[in-house]
């Protein structure tokens, strides 16, 4: 009896097709128009390149999304919400029927799957924008994210694309419509990321809780170039499959780490390696790495120049990664923890227009942040939404102070600077009126400031507008110091200069009035 033992490629569906460079900009694959050689085209898992003539062929099952990974030089299509459309679900019966609709019948695999990219001058320089969670509760917060963010960067329009870092949405996915309508306002391509919020919680794996997502975004693990740099969006929140406790684990997931591998054997190592994700690399209040971390900076080892980048705790963090984690380079890993677009849910004490301040628990204002690049090179920026670009900090100290005063109480006499994206590496000193720089001691408590601001709430008299904030947490990026008695009566300067961990100088002043 013969016995054929076959490989599995020959087992599986296989998908084919161009990837080629859609001149006319047509979607479509006409005469004259040349294939794209070594492109990466992935079902999510296995990544294949493209040859001389820009085919592929790679294996596929059902239920899955087949997409291109955008080589440097070339643009993504994109459709009305500026979102790529360089992929195809193949969902031959579609998704199992969820709360939230998933993704419809798509019938058997079409003969010919061609993706057309745009030719696009890239720039070695270039900027890119990270939203934390944008996350809205009701279609007042989408307004508020019109308001306070979107409406603000169309008076700046430097920068190439945005990526929402998770946590698009809050639970209700219907949501999904009104706000990637509010963020296509700024003309710009969105790369999207799974978050917690944005998953179907209505099944019993993790293997089914995108199912919406991939209906309104594509894939969830996937890549592309831009320039000098590579671009990998993971999901790294997994879901339990309780659809009781909706319960979930912050990692990465056997698939996210299988794309991750065979993507970055297909990279060039001299490429700068950009990590977007939704969750943070540490859970810093419990003090421990999220789950499948040590596979993920395994597969990140053999590459000089990586970057990665979070949102989902509503705070701004440094996260150096070092030896304690498995980490063996000489620098650590930097990993920058984005805050979040909403802030503290967009709590607090509403201004003149109606929007909340929104200030997040450890002190740090709403924003986002924006990432230079220069070839291989990057430096991490923090936008406070509505604030100038040099606004990197906040002063908190006695407004009115009494010359005669000694005590070391706060409340007279403790300056305190929370430095949004300091980190305890960095060093800040504080000089008044110019005179001898005095050093400030880093502080891990919460923010004064914030806590001022709360406490606000419990004075009916105020008769504030708007919701009380969030109780507050630890700061990661405060110092204190005591400021020295015996100034003269009269207005003084205070100016704080902030050393980060990169060698970059930040300042930032206040204004002091002593008394008799």
Known sequence: MLIMVLPLWSMAQIASGFVYSDLNKNNVMDAGEPGI??????????VVLTGKNGMYRMPVSDNCVIFVIKPSGFALPVDNRNVATSYYLHYPKGSPKTRYPGVAPTGPLPPNL??????????????????GDTQPYSLTDIDYLGRDIVAEMLHHRDYQFVSVLGDIVGDNLNFYPPI????????????????????????????????TFKATFGPKNYAFNYAKVHFVVLDNIIYS???????????????????????LMMTDPEKLIVLMMHSPFINEYAHKPIVNLDKILEILQPFPYTFSISGHNHTVSQQLIGKEYGWNQAKPHQHFNAGAVCGD??????DETGLPETNMRDG????FA????????YSVDYQVARRPAEYKMNIFSPRIVDSLVSTTTWTHRELFVNFFMGSAQDELRFRIDGGGWMKMQYSIEPDPLYINLRSAWDKPELKLRGR????PEPCLHLWKATLPSGLTIGSHTIEVEALDFRGKIHTGFQVLMVTQ
Request: zero cysteines; a negative charge.
């Open 370 to 377: 924006v990432v230079s690049f220069n070839g291989i090179n």
């Open 364 to 367: 740090s204002p709403n924003g």
């Open 468 to 471: 009380k904030p969030s109780q």
């Open 114 to 131: 061609n993706f057309g990219l745009w030719p696009d001058d890239e720039k070695e320089t270039f900027k890119a924008v990270f939203f």
């Open 37 to 46: 050689p070594n492109v990466g085209v992935s079902n999510g898992a296995e």
């Open 180 to 211: 990637t309508s509010t963020l296509a306002q700024l003309k710009k391509p969105i790369f999207y990321v799974q978050g917690n919020h944005d998953e179907n919680y209505d099944v019993n794996s993790d293997l089914l809780a995108s199912e």
């Open 241 to 263: 499959g309780d659809t009781a406790t909706k319960s979930y684990e912050e990692g990465f997931s056997q698939e996210a780490i299988t794309f991750l591998k065979n993507d």
């Open 345 to 350: 849910w967009w709590r607090g004490s509403t």
